[in-house]
């Protein structure tokens, strides 16, 4: 939530956990960053309705994805 909270203004810590196995899936998939931050764009625009923020979710696609490669050794 640190890297992507597009909501803002202090909102529940769980608010984007329904989230979590799609974006999760996109990572164990070994899809590219702009596959992830595409989701990313279309959950704050079509899901929470809000502009969307596509540098924002580039680099945490980019982040994502490296955490997973990192985690994989």
């Known amino acids: 939530m640190s890297h992507w909270d597009p909501?803002?203004?202090g909102v529940p810590d769980d608010e984007y956990d329904?989230?979590?196995p799609v974006i999760y899936r996109f990572m164990q998939e070994r899809t590219?960053?702009?596959e992830l931050?595409?989701?990313?764009?279309?959950?704050e625009t079509i899901?929470?309705?809000l502009d969307g923020?596509?540098?924002?979710?580039?680099?945490?696609a980019k982040l994502l994805?490296?955490?997973m490669e990192?985690?994989?050794g």
């Open 18 to 20: 329904s989230y979590i």
């Open 47 to 49: 899901s929470m309705g």
């Open 53 to 60: 923020d596509w540098s924002r979710n580039q680099r945490v």
């Open 32 to 34: 590219t960053v702009d």
């Open 65 to 67: 994805l490296e955490l």
């Open 70 to 72: 990192s985690d994989q």
């Open 7 to 9: 909501i803002g203004c």
């Open 37 to 43: 931050a595409s989701h990313l764009q279309k959950l």
